[in-house]
């Protein structure tokens, strides 16, 4: 498995009826990304288990717009204490599928 850390500010938005947050990938873990011999799903997403702080999860991150997204759920934002605009220190195991 590997392992891909990277630190990025948490964004957060309106969206229809609810507010998303999300963490963009840098170059660098883009790069790392794209590069990656790994099957990919719906939407291209690359699936990966997630770590921040405390909290981990299985999930994807999703390219878009020249780099991926990590979508950040409210039970994680509460359960680290995150408010939009923190950096946030993201562990990314890729999960071969």
Known sequence: MLRVTFTAPLGGGQHGQGFYTWVETDEETTDLLNDLPVPRVGFQAIKC???????????????NKGNFLLLVAGRVRKAENLEVDDPVTVHLDILAT
């Open 49 to 63: 288990q997630a770590t921040i702080g405390k909290t981990t999860w299985k999930t994807s991150v999703f390219p």
